[in-house]
Structures are given as structure tokens and as C-alpha cells.
């Protein structure tokens, strides 16, 4: 139905994707049956996204209809063929390619209005999989039965056209401007946690960092505009933070367990963005839990995704960059392997954690804490999944409809902690 060429780019996307597999370890293909997050506490109740996508605007879904969370996808795109042109015009293209996926995708989103109007269940779910379709992507989740649109469907749409159209890693110039930034910041944001007399304080500074470094999200429209802008000051961020009580608060419940609780073992910490995101937000917020002695597996994507971080890039760019530093806690863990890298084998900005590299389900197996970060990953989906272990997820609202569904303020913060059902 689309125009979904193999053109240059595809092709190096493949070669990348082959490499890329045997470099995390990652065993994805479209053979591969999934696998499950181990400590999911029903893996058969299961279901990814938090938000249902409807035709009537009722007053349980906040008003917001099947149309309106379109119109998020259709606003965030133009950051996305900004991005293509950019890649393509810096490899002597003219932008065509990066206009034709703007157009694909576009046709798709107003095919999606169409048949959300006609009901026409049969006809959405052919078309957004075939969309999706990409010799490029894991294909994780490509059997996941059809449980109507939603988040997680357009966003396969989405990357799939993306690198249909020769676009595998499009946003890697900004990913690399922002580690680099961020890893200048880093040793003043440890300096600040360091300098708070006790654990409680420390715990509230790391969970703050995360929500300030979270909002560097070129997935978001709003949050896009503001990097475009310039913005983006940690430290600042940090200090105008939206005050407690925040619209999901779990943080009291955290920080009793934290301080009351015996030291975790094994954390799993799926994490989103590059930049401030992972690098002063989600490391300090790890360095907290190998000071506690427990173990920290950093579950990232198996191939680029937005502005996510992957797992290579972390292997590769930041943890090397992360023992030069000589961090008294940070250096030996890695060197140690108490701090390590996992690629999850996602290549979405959300996550289902039906379908996940064996490599981090087998790391999960004897974890007895996971950490879900980021809007797509922990509060698009899984906002509400159960675990058999101790759950957290945090993020910060970057779209108004979620702030709207949440009862909170764009900005606003998520930290929604559930302890592990007593046995
Ligand atoms: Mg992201």
C-alpha cells in the first residue's frame, strides 16, 4: 500500500542491525517466540498500554479521543522528518526520503482516523502492521495479539516507516551532542548528591535528577520545542521542579522501604533518553543503589530508537566515559560488572514486557527490583503493570492528554512505587 523502498539506507540499517545483534547479545528474530519479564505477577493479565484508545470522548478517558491521541503522533512527527532531513542532507540526500516518510506516515494517521470512524477493527490492525513492517526492527511484539490502536501501535508504525525509509539511527548527531554535555555536567551533579547529609535526602535528590533529566525528550513535541529552544539546564530544572505533591506520589512509600527495607539485591532499570535523561538522572539515581550494595542491570534498547539510549551506546560511549571519571563507587562497580548493560531487545520508545531478549530475562530471573523509566516506558505503558518484586516507575508528563488522564499538569511528576505483594 506504501511506497517502502530498500534503498541505501535500509541496506545499511540491516548490515547494522546484524552487527548490532551480535554485539548485545541480542537473539531477536521474527522466529523467535517471546519472552516474558519474569517477575510480571500475571504475565496472562498482562497488558502494555495504560491508556485506551476510544471513539466517544467520555468522562473516564478524560475527553480524549482515538483522534486526539492521533493528533499527539501527527504534532511530535515534524520533529522526526526534521531530524531524517538533517541525516539525509548530511549524507549529500536532498531530503526527498526524509518528505516521503512524512508523507507515509501521514497517510497512515489520517487511515487511522478513517477506520477508527468506521469501526473497522480488521482493516487497523492490517494497516498499522504492514506499516510497521521493517527488515530493520527486532520484530519483538510483531505477533502480540491485536488488542485495538493505541501508543504502542503507532509508535511501531512510526519507527518501522522510519527505517523503511533508510532511517536507522536518525537522531544519533543529537544523542552524541547531549552525552557529551551531560558527561561534562555529571561530576557536579554527583558533588550535589554527595553533599546531602543522609540517605533520605540523598533518595530525594537522585528521584528530583530523574525527573529533571527525563524532560530531555525529542519524542514529545513540547518537551522538543523547549531543547530547540535552548533549554535544558539540569540544575535549574532540577530547582523548578512541579512541588509535592506530585500527580502519582508514591515517594513516601520509597523511601520507607528504602530506608527500612533490606538493601535490594538486583535492580533491573529499563531506561529511556540519552543525555541528562540516563547520564544525571538515571546513573546517579544507580549509584545511590550500588552504594546500598545491590547490583544494577541497565536495560536498554536493542536498536535507536527517537532520542532513546541503546544499549551499545552505553556499552560503547558511556560507561567507558563513566570510569574515566575514577567515581570511587561508579569505577569499580563497572570494572566489577555490579554495574552492567543489557540490551532488552526493544526497539520502540515504549516497551512490552511479553517480548524482551533472552539476555535480560535471564538477568531478571534473581532481581528483586525494577525500575521503569521514562513516559513511554513507564507511564504509556506499564504505568499499571503488577510485579511478583518490588516496581518503580518514574517519569515526567511531557503530553497534556497524559496529564489530563493522570489528573496532573504538563510537567508534572510520576513516581508510582509498589512493594512486592507479601507472600
Ligand atoms: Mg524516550
Request: with cysteine; proline share 3%; glycine share 8%.
Amino acid at each position: 500500500m506504501w511506497d517502502l523502498r530498500v534503498d541505501r539506507g535500509t541496506r545499511r540499517a540491516r548490515r547494522r542491525w546484524t552487527t548490532l545483534r551480535a554485539a548485545c547479545g541480542c537473539v531477536a528474530s521474527r522466529a523467535m517466540s517471546p519472552s516474558a519479564f519474569p517477575s510480571l505477577a500475571d504475565a496472562s493479565a498482562y497488558a502494555p498500554t495504560t491508556f485506551a484508545w476510544t471513539r466517544e470522548a467520555t468522562r473516564a478517558n478524560g475527553g480524549i479521543t482515538t483522534d486526539r491521541w492521533l493528533d499527539v503522533f501527527a504534532k511530535s512527527t515534524v520533529e522526526f522528518v526534521n531530524r531524517a532531513r538533517e541525516s539525509e542532507e548530511a549524507s549529500g540526500g536532498d531530503g526527498s526520503r526524509a518528505r516521503a516518510f512524512g508523507d507515509a506516515f501521514a497517510r497512515v494517521v489520517e487511515a487511522c482516523r478513517g477506520l477508527t470512524c468506521e469501526g473497522d477493527e480488521d482493516a487497523l490492525e492490517r494497516t498499522t502492521r504492514e506499516a510497521a513492517r521493517s527488515e530493520a526492527s527486532t520484530s519483538y511484539g510483531d505477533d502480540a495479539p491485536w488488542t485495538g490502536l493505541n501508543c504502542l501501535e503507532m509508535c511501531r508504525v512510526r519507527d518501522g516507516l522510519l527505517r523503511s525509509y533508510g532511517f536507522y539511527d536518525c537522531f544519533a548527531r543529537v544523542k552524541r551532542e547531549e552525552n557529551r554535555a551531560a558527561l561534562k555536567t555529571l561530576p557536579s551533579v554527583l558533588a550535589d548528591v554527595d553533599a546531602k547529609g543522609d540517605d533520605a535526602e540523598r533518595l530525594m535528590n537522585v528521584v528530583r535528577g530523574c525527573f529533571a533529566g527525563n524532560i530531555f525528550d525529542l519524542g514529545a513535541a513540547e518537551s522538543a520545542a523547549l531543547f530547540g529552544n535552548g533549554g535544558g539546564d539540569f540544575a535549574s530544572t532540577k530547582d523548578t521542579l512541579k512541588k509535592r505533591p506530585w500527580c502519582v506520589d508514591d515517594f513516601d512509600a520509597l523511601k520507607t522501604r528504602w530506608l527500612d527495607g533490606k538493601p535490594h539485591a538486583k535492580a533491573i532499570m529499563f531506561v529511556d533518553n540519552s543525555g541528562a535523561d540516563v547520564i544525571l538522572g538515571m546513573i546517579p539515581f544507580a549509584r545511590e543503589l550500588l552504594r546500598r550494595g545491590t547490583q544494577v542491570v541497565l536495560a536498554a534498547n536493542s536498536v535507536p530508537s527517537i532520542n532513546d539510549i541503546t544499549a551499545e551506546e552505553l556499552v560503547e560511549h558511556i560507561l567507558p566515559a563513566l570510569v574515566d571519571l575514577g567515581d570511587t563507587i561508579l569505577s569499580p562497580a563497572i570494572a566489577d560488572g555490579r554495574l552492567r548493560v543489557v540490551a532488552s531487545g526493544s526497539d520502540m520508545p515504549v516497551i512490552d514486557l511479553r517480548y524482551l531478549s533472552e539476555e535480560i530475562v535471564n538477568e531478571a530471573k534473581d532481581a528483586d527490583f525494577v525500575i521503569l523509566e521514562g513516559m513511554g516506558r513507564g507511564i504509556e505503558t506499564n504505568l499499571f503493570a503488577k510485579f511478583s518484586i518490588d516496581a518503580m516507575k518514574i517519569a515526567m508528563i511531557k503530553h497534556k492528554e497524559v496529564a489530563t488522564l493522570l489528573d496532573g499538569e504538563l510537567y508534572d511528576c510520576v513516581v508510582k512505587f509498589d512493594p512486592a505483594p507479601r507472600r
